[in-house]
């Protein structure tokens, strides 16, 4: 089947657009304080496959965000930023079962690394931060994943069980 993408592939990339077109869309016309969907897609794929193949669809979450518009002021950063995200959760990769603190923990971290790139732009270029806006978009995030990233993974194993990987 070289060349072919996988059923659990082709459903990771259909989640990952579906979440970054959220996100972006919803930053622009709701409100830039909405939870950051991509980076949860990011960390159940990570937790489930490992850090190479979290950088993997981290870069390809942060590119798509990125491009999206609102887009990126500079184009990669969110590549590389959701990359670390991708990495750090891949990290937190546990066999079996993971116990709910664990999940929290690398939501958590992984959740933070995005908002680095708001964050630095805002200390470096001297323009006013939203730390409030920063701080309630990390947590809504972080309090989302813990519904939303066990369902993914759920999902990714069945498919997987079923020799669709």
């Given amino acids: 089947m070289?060349?072919?993408?996988?059923?659990?592939?082709?459903?990771?990339?259909v989640a990952l657009v579906l979440a970054a077109l959220?996100?972006?869309?919803?930053?622009?016309?709701?409100?830039p304080v909405l939870p950051d969907l991509?980076?949860?897609?990011?960390?159940?794929?990570?937790?489930?496959?490992?850090?190479?193949?979290?950088?993997?669809v981290g870069l390809a979450a942060g590119w798509l965000l990125?491009?999206?518009?609102?887009?990126?002021?500079?184009?990669?950063?969110?590549?590389?930023?959701?990359a670390g995200a991708g990495l750090l959760a891949g990290r937190g990769r546990r066999e079996g079962p993971a116990p709910l603190a664990w999940?929290?923990?690398?939501?958590?971290?992984?959740?933070?690394?995005?908002?680095?790139?708001p964050l630095l732009e805002g200390l470096l270029g001297g323009s006013a931060l939203d730390w409030g806006g920063l701080a309630l978009r990390w947590a809504l995030t972080v309090a989302l994943g813990v519904v939303v990233v066990p369902v993914l993974v759920a999902g990714q194993r069945a498919l997987a069980r079923r020799g669709l990987a």
């Fill in 66 to 82: 990125d491009l999206v518009p609102p887009g990126a002021v500079h184009l990669g950063t969110g590549a590389l930023l959701y």
């Fill in 103 to 117: 999940l929290l923990l690398v939501l958590a971290a992984s959740a933070a690394v995005p908002l680095a790139g």
């Fill in 38 to 56: 991509a980076v949860l897609v990011v960390v159940a794929t990570a937790l489930l496959s490992g850090p190479r193949t979290g950088v993997a």
């Fill in 2 to 13: 070289t060349g072919v993408l996988s059923p659990v592939a082709l459903v990771r990339g």
């Fill in 22 to 31: 959220a996100t972006s869309v919803g930053a622009a016309l709701l409100s």
